[in-house]
């Protein structure tokens, strides 16, 4: 009884397995030739056709220009107070000016992120030739770049809150600042 119940179970399991291993990779070899996800991301295919020279490594201030580049390009130019007659575009101003707030605190705790990331490897790595020496002008350049994320926080706050006055001033509802 105990032989016929174990032969049971074992052809049990040889039929319930399924799928084999050579039919699973069969199978996805020929999803991936029919896959259309094949993506080549180049330069040419981001828009920027400026490349960094493979052999050199980019210096801290071009770092940064690149980075206030890529803001300025991004940013939709501010609207004035004169400009705002209409609910629509004061609702935008302030969406602007929300949005502006939201990736200067978004920049902020990222740039935080990559300082104590910096103060960590210079306390851990052992790993490092001088590790004081390469890693301190990183840091002080990461807190240079902290303040002025920072500053940009500030900036942005100030603008939504100049917004609310100028709303206040032209005596439009309230709630167009929603």
């Given at each position: 009884?105990?032989?016929?119940?174990?032969?049971?179970?074992?052809?049990?399991?040889?039929?319930?397995?399924?799928?084999?291993?050579?039919?699973?990779?069969?199978?996805?070899?020929?999803?991936?030739?029919?896959?259309?996800?094949?993506?080549?991301?180049?330069?040419?295919?981001?828009?920027?056709?400026?490349?960094?020279?493979?052999?050199?490594?980019?210096?801290?201030?071009?770092?940064?220009?690149?980075?206030?580049?890529?803001?300025?390009?991004?940013?939709?130019?501010?609207?004035?107070?004169?400009?705002?007659?209409?609910?629509?575009?004061?609702?935008?101003?302030?969406?602007?000016?929300?949005d502006t707030?939201?990736?200067?605190?978004?920049?902020?705790?990222?740039?935080?992120?990559?300082?104590?990331?910096?103060?960590?490897?210079?306390?851990?790595?052992?790993?490092?030739?001088?590790?004081?020496?390469?890693?301190?002008?990183?840091?002080d350049a990461?807190?240079?770049?902290?303040?002025?994320?920072?500053?940009?926080?500030?900036?942005?706050?100030?603008?939504?809150?100049?917004?609310?006055?100028?709303?206040?001033?032209?005596?439009?509802?309230?709630?167009?600042?929603?």
């Amino acid at each position: 009884m105990k032989t016929a119940l174990l032969i049971l179970v074992f052809n049990s399991m040889v039929f319930a397995q399924g799928v084999s291993l050579g039919d699973a990779a069969r199978q996805e070899r020929a999803r991936q030739k029919n896959s259309t996800g094949n993506l080549k991301v180049t330069n040419e295919t981001l828009g920027t056709a400026e490349a960094l020279p493979p052999s050199a490594e980019p210096s801290i201030n071009d770092v940064d220009a690149g980075k206030a580049a890529d803001l300025k390009a991004n940013r939709k130019p501010e609207i004035k107070a004169e400009q705002l007659h209409d609910e629509g575009a004061w609702r935008e101003a302030f969406k602007q000016a929300r949005d502006t707030v939201k990736r200067a605190e978004d920049r902020v705790q990222v740039v935080q992120l990559e300082l104590n990331k910096l103060n960590m490897d210079l306390l851990t790595r052992s790993d490092i030739y001088n590790k004081e020496g390469q890693l301190n002008p990183l840091i002080d350049a990461k807190n240079k770049e902290l303040a002025e994320a920072e500053r940009a926080v500030i900036a942005a706050r100030d603008n939504v809150s100049q917004l609310e006055d100028d709303l206040r001033k032209s005596g439009a509802p309230v709630g167009w600042a929603r």
